[in-house]
C-alpha cells in the first residue's frame, strides 16, 4: 500500500470570503487574478474594498503631484514633493484610514489651503499682514509657503510611515 501526501493552495476572497483551490489539468495553477465567486481583482487585498469617498481622496494625494509640478513651472525654485514617498504611504499594508487621508490634505497649520482641487483660484495670494483677511499678490512668498506646506503633508506621511513600521 503507498502513502503519498498532497499539498495544494488553497485561496480565500477577502471581500466575500469563498475558499477555493485553483487546479489547471490536475495541477495546481497559478495565483488567481480575481476571485472564483464575485469576480473582484482584490480579492486578496487585506482591508476589503476601497470606498468611493477613500477613492477620492487618494486620488487628491496623487494630484498633489500636480500642484506642485505646476508651482514649480509657473514660479521656478525648487521642486518640493517626493513621489516615491507618496506611493510609499498609499501603498501601505494596511492601508491609510480615510482619517489619514485626510490629514493629509488638510494639515493643521497651513496658510494657503492649497490643494489639487483650488491650485488655480489662489495662484500667487498671500495673506496680507497689514489688512487682516485680504490677500496680497506676492510670488516669492507663495512659493516658500507653499514649500513649506508640501513639507508638513510629507512629514505627516512619514510619521504615518514610521509608526506603521513600529508594530
Same mark, same amino acid.
Given at each position: 500500500m503507498t502513502i503519498s501526501k498532497i499539498e495544494i493552495n488553497e485561496y480565500k476572497c477577502n471581500i466575500c470570503g469563498y475558499q477555493w483551490i485553483? #487546479?489547471?489539468n490536475? #495541477?495546481?495553477? %497559478?495565483? /488567481?487574478l480575481r476571485c472564483a465567486r464575485?469576480?473582484? =481583482? &482584490?480579492?486578496?487585498?487585506?482591508?476589503? &474594498? !476601497?470606498?468611493? +469617498?477613500e477613492k477620492s481622496l487618494r486620488a487628491r494625494i496623487r494630484g498633489m503631484k500636480h500642484l506642485y509640478v505646476y508651482i514649480h513651472a509657473f514660479y521656478g525654485g525648487d521642486y518640493c514633493w517626493n513621489d516615491n514617498l507618496v506611493e510609499e504611504f498609499l501603498n501601505l499594508d494596511p492601508r /491609510?484610514?480615510?482619517? @489619514?487621508l485626510k490629514l493629509i490634505i488638510c494639515p =493643521?497649520? $497651513? *496658510? $494657503?489651503? !492649497?490643494?489639487?482641487? &483650488? +491650485?488655480?483660484? #489662489?495662484?500667487?495670494?498671500? /495673506?496680507n499682514p497689514q489688512r487682516p483677511g485680504y490677500m496680497k499678490y506676492d510670488e516669492e512668498e507663495y512659493l516658500k509657503i507653499a514649500n513649506k506646506e508640501?513639507?508638513?503633508r510629507l512629514e505627516i506621511m512619514k510619521q *504615518? *510611515?514610521? @509608526? #506603521? %513600521?513600529?508594530?
Open positions: 485553483n #487546479r489547471i490536475g #495541477r495546481d495553477g %497559478s495565483i /488567481p464575485c469576480k473582484t =481583482h &482584490n480579492w486578496n487585498r487585506t482591508g476589503g &474594498n !476601497i470606498s468611493g +469617498k /491609510p484610514s480615510t482619517a @489619514e =493643521h497649520g $497651513l *496658510i $494657503l489651503g !492649497i490643494n489639487s482641487r &483650488n +491650485k488655480y483660484s #489662489r495662484k500667487g495670494y498671500v /495673506p508640501a513639507q508638513i *504615518i *510611515i514610521k @509608526e #506603521r %513600521s513600529k508594530r
